[in-house]
């Protein structure tokens, strides 16, 4: 009796087990049913045109899986209802037109009304497939180099063009050849001037007058020689008589026929404007000397250029004629008209060429060191959609989310460009297929203006709503 019982009760448990484990078993099967269903795809939709779906999955025809499309798990709250005809006039409630037709209701939507008109918002797929970039805008110092062809030109402020002081003829040439390199003070010519012996005799004259004067009791007479003989020295001078020939025709009082001018500085001979034997007047230039231990470079800069550079800016040269060697100077001065033909600026560069390396007219490649301009918060040139007035970017505010922003932008070098309003460090711009993501936010932008509510105008009543008007008043 006792084995029959306990039988009986292990039985009984054992079937209670199992009917338990059947039921929880039979719930999750269930629930997993219900969970497969709630995500079903609705249908698959084409990952390069999205126009393009299918009921089933597919393929398109470079072998890309369609993308599946999921029903929305809660519906979207409704706005308000706009007349089909005119979607101007709008209800709160449900209602019809003159016509019998029912308003249409507007849903809100988070990410439409949580950002500003014309963002973008693209699936993670497309936006692989269009290839967008991104880039963050960093605040960081910019710099600028102006690359530019430069030709070596004489400095102007170490040329010299020497004129007699009178008239006569050339008697001796010392140095008749162009580009010869002459010292400071070194005998260039001797010339025969009938002023220059007249005023030598006026000298000698003067001298042998102080010198039978200078014992006279009288002093009025002395000073009067000594004024002459001053007075005459100084007319030699000014017209150039070196000191040594004026120290012999002192010492000597012998009259010297032939002048001898020396080369005010060093320098190399560029001109010679008279041979031997030649007349002279004061008009003719014997000489045009020029030192070369500083030279002059000439380039030529494009007018978006000019705000970087400024006087004293470093600048490097190289020339082809001296390879491996670099020359440093700098930015002397910026003209202040611009080039009629070319557009553009010229500036002027300074080199000091103590070796004679750099030949005037010979062609170099320059570049101007622009100072740096810091503090700038800086994002790529590609990212800017520049449309003649307006400059945008599109800024990433999520996944796949996009934001046109109007930015204010500076300089530009290098890719780079500086943005002075619109965009704060640290911020995502795209850099690529922005003109894609700009038609799609064109296209929303004018969509939300079509169909935004008009507050100023009142619902027009239908005919239902007024039978229900009447016969609340009566």
């Known amino acids: 009796m006792n084995k029959l019982v306990i039988t009986a009760i292990l039985m009984l448990a ?7 484990w059947l039921a929880v078993k039979q719930d999750k099967k269930q629930a997993a049913t219900t969970l497969t269903e ?89 936006v692989q497939n ?19 062809v430069g030709r070596i030109a004489y ?20 140095v008749d050849k162009t580009g010869e390199k002459v010292n400071s003070n070194q005998e260039l010519l001797s ?27 009288i002093e009025e007479i002395r000073r009067g020689a000594e004024e002459l003989v001053e007075s005459s020295r100084e007319r030699l001078k000014l017209l150039d008589v070196p000191a040594h020939q004026l120290s012999d025709l002192t010492r000597s009082h012998t009259i010297k026929k032939g002048l001898h001018i020396h080369s005010p500085t060093d320098g190399i001979v560029v001109t010679i404007g008279a041979r031997e034997g030649q007349y002279v007047t004061p008009e ?12 002059w470079v000439y380039a030529e800069i494009y007018e978006y250029e000019l705000p970087w550079v400024k006087q004293g800016d470093p600048v490097e040269m190289r020339l082809a004629g001296v390879p491996g060697r670099v ?3 700098h930015l002397a001065f910026i003209y202040p008209y611009a080039e009629e033909k070319t557009r553009t600026i010229k500036v002027r560069l300074a080199f000091d060429n103590a070796e004679h390396l750099l030949k005037p007219d010979m062609f170099a490649e320059v570049s101007i060191y622009a100072g740096k301009q810091l503090d700038m918060i800086v994002i790529p040139s590609e990212a800017v959609i520049r449309s003649g007035i307006h400059n945008q970017v599109f800024v990433v505010r999520g996944a796949g989310k996009f934001e ?21 460090a640290g911020e995502e711009v795209v850099t690529s297929a922005q003109f894609l993501i700009d038609s799609e936010s064109k296209l929303r932008e004018a969509t939300a203006k079509m169909t935004e509510p008009s507050t100023p105008q009142k619902t027009e009543p239908n005919r239902l709503q007024r039978e229900q008007g009447a016969h609340q008043h009566d």
Do not use: C
């Not at 003719?284 to 030279?295: G, N, P, R």
């Open 284 to 295: 003719t230039e014997l000489f045009m000397i020029a030192d070369l231990s500083k030279v």
């Open 38 to 126: 709630a995500k079903k795809p609705l249908f698959y939709r084409n990952t390069m045109n999205p126009t393009v779906t299918s009921p089933v999955p597919a393929k398109d025809t470079m072998g890309m899986d369609y993308v599946p499309v999921y029903a929305e798990e809660e519906k979207p709250k409704i706005l308000f209802y706009r007349n089909p005809m005119n979607p101007s006039v709008t209800s709160p409630n449900p209602a019809k037109d003159n016509m019998g037709m029912d308003y249409i209701p507007v849903y809100a939507d988070d990410d439409k009304t949580a950002e500003s008109a014309g963002s973008v918002k693209i699936d993670a797929v497309t």
């Open 155 to 174: 400095d102007e402020e170490h040329i010299v063009r020497l004129h007699p002081k009178t008239e006569g003829w050339i008697e001796t040439l010392l």
């Open 14 to 20: 054992l079937g209670v087990g199992s009917g338990y």
């Open 191 to 217: 010339i025969y001037s009938p002023q220059l012996v007249t005023s030598q005799q006026e000298y000698i004259l003067a001298l042998n007058s102080l010198k039978i004067l200078e014992k006279s009791p």
């Open 327 to 329: 020359f440093n100077g």
């Open 130 to 148: 269009m290839g967008v970039r991104t880039a963050i805008a960093k605040k960081m110092p910019l710099s600028h180099i102006v690359h530019a």
């Open 404 to 424: 046109p922003r109007e930015i204010t932008i500076g300089l530009s070098s290098n890719g780079d460009v500086a943005v002075l309003d619109g965009i704060k």
